[in-house]
């Protein structure tokens, strides 16, 4: 087939890097191959992966835990690369529209796997994915009630039992391990303890436990002490033998920076490009921020009135009450306005984060888009830890003032992630319901914080668009750090003193924020999906209009949610034959 049959589409990837366009041809071979292909690999990686199966709505792997013995980890990089090696066989460029971006997208996840298990190797360096493992094997049985209890405590009773061999694997994997990470692990860990000391039981019995075969609640009693006594000896060797020899450098360097950016967000840029983008970011941003501010106060700095905006924050029983308020007033708005398209009436429901999960602020814990029975979502809410000292607790707060809070509720509930799950189930492939990057994820959820503001949410309120420019800056800082972090040599104090400089924040939280960037290089994807979906509106919009038809936000957002794409191939799909190869780095920021 020559290149004249071929069709180029445009595509650029996010912030102005323009690729070459890839060629699709103007007939289609079968897509039978590439379709067996991605059904066999979908299987093969639930396997692997039993507790994200789990998560995903894939029920068949619930009594399992991963396997990161060294010797599955060889096998899993051997299986890897024969995956590889019969996806590249098919020739993509003969397949229908659907299986051609899925299979680059599989491309991606499997090399992206393939860096994280022979270069990355977060098995050997990272506390924090054992007992991520272990507490998110629990919570997704015990969260979500999909089947009946007794079916889901047998499970739970197996992976319990299967404690001990992932906490062996830890103990002879683990070595080189950054201070900061055994940190937070062992602060996570112990609230894994009290989650299943405390919290599993009483969920169980909320359930029904004391109805069940008095034989299987033994069971369940006997392995729940024994868990028990097997998490508290890890955390006493977390603390007595990982922490004192973890010394180890967190820092990935440019090259498997770029890399691990290319295959987890479908992004290729290098740190010098991306570094650029960011700065004239923070600088855009930073000047919104004054003329904003000014229209409050004139006559204070910018410090003093974003100080002031900050200071007005809900008390700690306050929080759960005034995000359900938010995301009903959100709701209420995207119905008037026609923002998008909603399927259903479904909200979440808002709760404190579990502690053996406080990493953040504040989280969306979705069903997964194969759940077909136990559907709810929660919205998690990071509250004070009763062990800080009164000023920490205020400095956290901070973060949840009035203004502040209402973006957070747009972003993870209404319409940002909660919108996107109801949607993730409507996908057209199960490629796409299982491999989402993080900058269309985050990226959705961000952008929706500004488009809602921009659309008049919050009545013009200076306040309210004051706390969206500050949470902007955040992550603005977020991809500051982690590109400094992780290819320059600033310190972590460093680091969290120019974050708090970047996005007005307080030491404390600064400091917090920053010590994620260590084991989250690549968290810029906030800020950088926000900027591709920005350009890609403005774009589509231009596209629309240049044809004589009128521009409808709602179209925009219910096609791009529709597709599931990362970004830069819906870009493909959504601005086909435009021959437009211009990407003006971030449009459509400041209106």
Not at 443 to 468: C, N, S, T
Not at 548 to 560: A, C, I, K, Q, V
């Given at each position: 087939?020559?290149?004249?049959?071929?069709?180029r589409?445009?595509?650029?990837l996010?912030?102005?890097?323009?690729?070459?366009?890839?060629?699709?041809?103007?007939?289609?071979?079968?897509?039978?191959?590439f379709?067996?292909?991605?059904?066999?690999?979908?299987?093969?990686?639930?396997?692997?992966?039993?507790?994200?199966?789990?998560?995903l709505?894939i029920?068949?792997?619930?009594?399992?835990?991963?396997?990161?013995?060294?010797?599955?980890?060889?096998?899993?990089?051997?299986?890897?690369?024969?995956?590889?090696?019969?996806?590249e066989?098919?020739?993509?460029?003969?397949?229908?529209?659907?299986?051609?971006?899925?299979?680059?997208?599989?491309?991606?996840?499997?090399?992206?796997?393939?860096?994280?298990?022979?270069?990355?190797?977060?098995?050997?360096?990272?506390?924090?994915?054992?007992?991520?493992?272990?507490?998110?094997g629990?919570?997704?049985?015990?969260?979500?009630?999909?089947?009946?209890?007794?079916?889901r405590?047998?499970?739970?009773?197996?992976?319990?039992?299967?404690?001990?061999?992932?906490?062996?694997?830890?103990?002879?994997?683990?070595?080189?391990?950054?201070?900061?990470?055994?940190?937070?692990?062992?602060?996570?860990?112990?609230?894994?303890?009290?989650?299943?000391?405390?919290?599993?039981?009483?969920?169980?019995?909320?359930?029904?436990?004391?109805?069940?075969?008095?034989?299987?609640?033994?069971?369940?009693?006997?392995?729940?002490?024994?868990?028990?006594?097997?998490?508290?000896?890890?955390?006493?060797?977390?603390?007595?033998?990982?922490?004192?020899?973890?010394?180890?450098?967190?820092?990935?360097?440019?090259?498997?920076?770029?890399?691990?950016?290319?295959?987890?967000?479908?992004?290729?840029?290098?740190?010098?490009?991306?570094?650029?983008?960011?700065?004239?970011?923070?600088?855009?941003?930073?000047?919104?921020?004054?003329?904003?501010?000014?229209?409050?106060?004139?006559?204070?700095?910018?410090?003093?009135?974003?100080?002031?905006?900050?200071?007005?924050?809900?008390?700690?029983?306050?929080?759960?009450?005034?995000?359900?308020?938010?995301?009903?007033q959100?709701?209420?708005?995207?119905?008037?306005?026609?923002?998008v398209?909603?399927?259903?009436?479904?909200?979440?429901?808002?709760?404190?984060?579990?502690?053996?999960?406080?990493?953040?602020?504040?989280?969306?814990?979705?069903?997964?888009?194969?759940?077909?029975?136990?559907?709810?979502?929660?919205?998690?809410?990071?509250?004070?830890?009763?062990?800080?000292?009164?000023?920490?607790q205020?400095?956290?707060?901070?973060?949840f003032?009035?203004?502040?809070?209402?973006?957070?509720?747009?972003?993870?509930?209404?319409?940002?992630?909660?919108?996107?799950?109801?949607?993730?189930?409507?996908?057209?492939?199960?490629?796409?319901?299982?491999?989402?990057?993080?900058?269309?994820?985050?990226?959705?959820?961000?952008?929706?914080?500004?488009?809602?503001?921009?659309?008049?949410?919050?009545?013009?309120?200076?306040?309210?668009?004051?706390?969206?420019?500050?949470?902007?800056?955040?992550?603005?800082?977020?991809?500051?750090?982690?590109?400094?972090?992780?290819?320059?040599?600033?310190?972590?104090?460093?680091?969290?003193?120019?974050?708090?400089?970047i996005?007005?924040?307080?030491?404390f939280?600064?400091?917090?924020?920053?010590?994620?960037?260590?084991?989250?290089?690549?968290?810029?994807?906030?800020?950088?999906g926000?900027?591709?979906?920005?350009?890609?509106?403005?774009?589509?919009?231009?596209?629309?209009?240049?044809?004589?038809?009128?521009?409808?936000?709602?179209?925009?957002?219910?096609?791009?949610l529709?597709?599931?794409?990362?970004?830069?191939?819906?870009r493909?799909?959504?601005l086909?034959?435009?021959?437009?190869?211009r990407?003006?780095?971030?449009?459509?920021?400041?209106?």
């Amino acid at each position: 087939m020559n290149r004249s049959t071929r069709i180029r589409l445009f595509a650029t990837l996010a912030c102005g890097l323009v690729l070459s366009a890839p060629l699709r041809p103007s007939t289609v071979v079968s897509d039978g191959p590439f379709e067996r292909f991605a059904a066999e690999y979908l299987q093969a990686f639930y396997t692997a992966h039993p507790v994200r199966a789990t998560k995903l709505g894939i029920h068949d792997h619930d009594s399992r835990l991963p396997d990161l013995s060294r010797a599955a980890i060889r096998r899993r990089v051997v299986e890897l690369r024969e995956w590889l090696a019969r996806l590249e066989q098919i020739d993509r460029d003969l397949l229908a529209e659907e299986s051609y971006y899925d299979s680059r997208i599989l491309d991606r996840a499997i090399r992206a796997e393939l860096l994280e298990l022979e270069e990355l190797r977060g098995w050997q360096h990272n506390p924090l994915l054992y007992n991520r493992l272990m507490a998110d094997g629990v919570a997704s049985l015990v969260d979500r009630q999909f089947a009946p209890l007794e079916r889901r405590l047998s499970d739970l009773i197996s992976r319990l039992d299967r404690f001990p061999a992932l906490m062996r694997a830890a103990r002879k994997n683990l070595r080189e391990v950054p201070a900061p990470w055994t940190e937070l692990s062992l602060r996570n860990t112990r609230g894994h303890v009290k989650f299943l000391r405390d919290g599993v039981p009483a969920a169980l019995r909320a359930q029904g436990l004391d109805r069940l075969d008095p034989r299987l609640v033994a069971r369940w009693k006997t392995t729940h002490g024994r868990a028990l006594k097997q998490l508290g000896d890890f955390v006493r060797w977390l603390e007595r033998d990982l922490e004192p020899r973890s010394t180890g450098d967190f820092r990935l360097g440019r090259e498997l920076f770029e890399r691990k950016l290319l295959y987890e967000e479908h992004v290729s840029k290098s740190v010098a490009e991306l570094t650029r983008i960011n700065e004239a970011a923070i600088r855009r941003y930073q000047e919104w921020v004054a003329r904003v501010a000014a229209r409050l106060d004139p006559s204070r700095s910018v410090e003093q009135v974003m100080r002031s905006v900050t200071d007005q924050y809900p008390g700690p029983d306050e929080l759960i009450s005034v995000a359900r308020r938010n995301v009903q007033q959100a709701r209420d708005f995207v119905r008037e306005r026609g923002i998008v398209t909603l399927p259903t009436d479904e909200l979440p429901i808002i709760r404190h984060t579990p502690e053996y999960a406080r990493e953040g602020f504040a989280s969306m814990s979705t069903p997964g888009p194969f759940e077909t029975v136990a559907t709810e979502a929660y919205y998690n809410i990071t509250n004070v830890d009763p062990t800080w000292t009164d000023e920490q607790q205020r400095q956290h707060l901070t973060y949840f003032n009035y203004a502040g809070l209402l973006g957070i509720s747009i972003h993870e509930a209404m319409p940002g992630h909660f919108v996107q799950l109801l949607y993730q189930r409507l996908l057209p492939t199960d490629v796409r319901k299982v491999f989402a990057p993080s900058s269309l994820v985050e990226g959705w959820a961000h952008y929706v914080e500004q488009m809602m503001i921009d659309e008049g949410f919050g009545d013009k309120d200076p306040a309210i668009r004051l706390g969206q420019l500050r949470r902007a800056l955040q992550r603005h800082a977020r991809w500051y750090a982690g590109v400094a972090l992780h290819t320059g040599d600033v310190t972590v104090e460093q680091a969290a003193e120019r974050f708090a400089e970047i996005a007005f924040f307080a030491p404390f939280p600064a400091q917090r924020e920053t010590l994620r960037g260590t084991y989250n290089p690549t968290y810029l994807y906030y800020a950088l999906g926000r900027m591709q979906i920005l350009e890609l509106r403005e774009d589509y919009k231009r596209h629309v209009e240049s044809r004589g038809d009128t521009f409808s936000l709602r179209d925009f957002h219910d096609r791009f949610l529709r597709l599931g794409l990362p970004i830069s191939l819906a870009r493909e799909v959504m601005l086909p034959d435009t021959g437009d190869g211009r990407s003006a780095v971030g449009n459509g920021e400041d209106r």
